[in-house]
């Protein structure tokens, strides 16, 4: 990683009066500065360990690596990667210590050798903490033989299976008795800091169990038998997925109690989740409940998407901070093998890639796990990938932690609507509009913030902008919180179906947020529309071709007033293309339709390819002023067909709308070539801008061949107070300079960026 110099640094509100750089208060600003109420647990004012170590790396043990684990090479590798805490495989499917646990089978390669001894007590000489991996999930078929009752069935008993493994019940005594005597054994003969478990929480949401211990756990809890097909509809099938919900949330809480009353108060389990929400969905593994419960965040999401990007990473950073606050650490496993659309275990990813992921991350306030899998490679490669961005990150340290997002928009999102909208459609419903919206906004350079639903009223006060993406499911509770912002003066921009059916999914009549849309359903008895690409447009209003060259046929409508500014760029066409599909509404007096629908004609022949009916008055864009807040409301969901296509009229168009909306109070601005992902942040005295540079032909392909330069950038920040704005430290490239200060903004250039660039200033 060339441009990766190693520079040293100067050296919710409560955690402020304990982090290192040691100032009192982040001072008060006219633009947001997003931050969590957090009760520290601490009484001393020292931080417990899991609020201290930043830098994790983990060797993934496979079986045969008792024999071949070289540990001396592995604390080197450690001591030069800059790590504080390693995550060690110690027992569940495979034991690598010799367990006196029943049925708890030690690795045959093993041969008397307490392999995860040898590690944690070089890890503890290190001063390095240790997590303790367990992977709970499976078992042998000498276990299942014993205890048969421990193991999921299907709807016709028989055993659920992985390969030669047995899967077992989350609601069994295998998770209740079996797993709990394995950690207190762990933590009686070594003392590790804590535990982590890849596949803690059992089944997905496609494999039900039907063994006894759910049938015996699910009739007290409905009043109902486990139900046997997928029916969304039904009251029966919601509560067994809330159920299923209540069960990994008892199971996280269960283990933490073992683990505390074994270890002590900082003993901590946290097993592992994933970086994307439909993940945790799939999983039955609450965000908001996990978050609410957890010292550290673990998170298993080892590498980029063609569609997510890198950009993804951050995202991760931005959303499970909004939950935890901005004190706690997240830590994420990141692969330094191939892996993504194609996955080879034992080779090296290529080092641009593996660093572009960890950068993208550790900007969206992610801390840095290096993974390999296999303590022995015949690839040597992978070992150098992490080394540059962790030193780095050591010697930064002081920027990358304890520092507030300064933003004024603010995404809205919650699981319910994944689960209980998006069903078995989320990627469209919900993932997609989401992340048209981000890309947006990444593109326009606008900083944001992810909220979910049940917080704006804590975490919007400051906002000028809500965005709901294509929020269908929704509570009263949360739609009367989104009202109060709007009625106190914030902007709102909704898509799609947005609170149109409650939190079970189910329809209402009408949006909940009608009145705000000034738009109301015709057909109470609608459904709901699965999203597909079809031959249709949006026609713009007022039309403007009459006064643009090109051939002329006579009827070119009248020019009978001007555009509305979020209409800007698009001064030469009188139609954009759309995909979607939309049905008629009935709006409110006053509010302005600056788009209606073309519904499909024909695409082939190309004889056959012309507008069936080239006008209607079925609204796509409606816009609202007669609340303190401005109001959009998008029934064409720009925003899905935006994060599906990446076309630049939607992105533009979207860009156009949330600066309008939001009433142009954007604290950044960016000039530039380029896809710059930008992050600024604030601490006592100071604000942070982190800028990554995604310019890159492979920036929708991965893996990435090589890192190509953008720049110069001209940047402008608004100050907040306490901020004089006079001095500017390069991170990254390693020079101080001069800044430009004027009414209240702060200037300066950012001469070329490879990779990233992170700028201090003050």
Known sequence: MGDLKFTGGDDRRTFLKQVAIGTAAIAASDFTLFAKEHTSTVQTGKLPWYRQVIRWGQTNITETDPQRYDVSWWRKQWKRTQVQGVIINAGGIVAYYPSKIPFHQSSPFLKGRDLFGELCRAAHEDGLAVFARMDSNRAGEELYKAHPDWFAVDISGEPHR????????????????????????????????????????????????????????????SQKDIPTVKDWESKTYQQWIKWNYNRRLELWDLNNTVTKTAGGAECTWSGMNSG??????????????????????????????????????????????GMLGWDKLIPESMAMYQQGTVTFRLSAKPAAEARMWMIAGIAGGIQPWWHHVAAYHEDRRAYHTAEPVMRWHKINEEFLINRLPVATVGIVWSQQNTDFYGRDNADQLVDMPARGITQALLRARIPYIIIHADQINDDAKQLSLLILPNLGSMSDTQIAAVKRFVEGGGGLIATGESSLYDEWGNARPDYALGELFGAHQTNPNHKNIVPGTEHTYLRLTPELRRQVDGPEIGDEPLITNARHPVLKGFEETDILPFGGNLQPLQLETGVEVLMTFIPAFPIYPPETSWMRQPKTDIPGLILNTKYKGRVVFMPADIDRVFGQYNLPDHGDLLANLIRWAARDNIPLKVDGAGLIDCHPYSQPDRLILHLVNLTNPAAWRQPIHELIPTGPLKVSIKLSNGVEGKNLRFLVDGHSAPASVNNGWVNFEVKSILSHEMIVIK
């Open 162 to 221: 992985a390969g030669n493994l047995y899967i077992t019940c989350v609601n069994g005594p295998y998770y209740n008795e079996h797993i709990p005597a394995i950690m207190r054994e762990i933590i009686a003969l070594y003392h590790p800091e804590g535990f982590t478990d890849n596949s803690w929480s059992g089944l997905d949401r496609n494999t039900p169990c039907y063994c006894e211990n759910c049938k015996k756990s699910f009739k007290p809890f």
């Open 276 to 321: 994307s929400i439909s993940g945790q969905s799939n999983s039955f593994r609450d965000y908001k409940g996990i978050c609410s419960r957890a010292h550290i965040m673990m998170i298993d999401d080892q590498g980029r998407s063609d569609a997510g990007g890198f950009q993804h990473n951050g995202d991760i950073g931005k959303m499970l901070h």
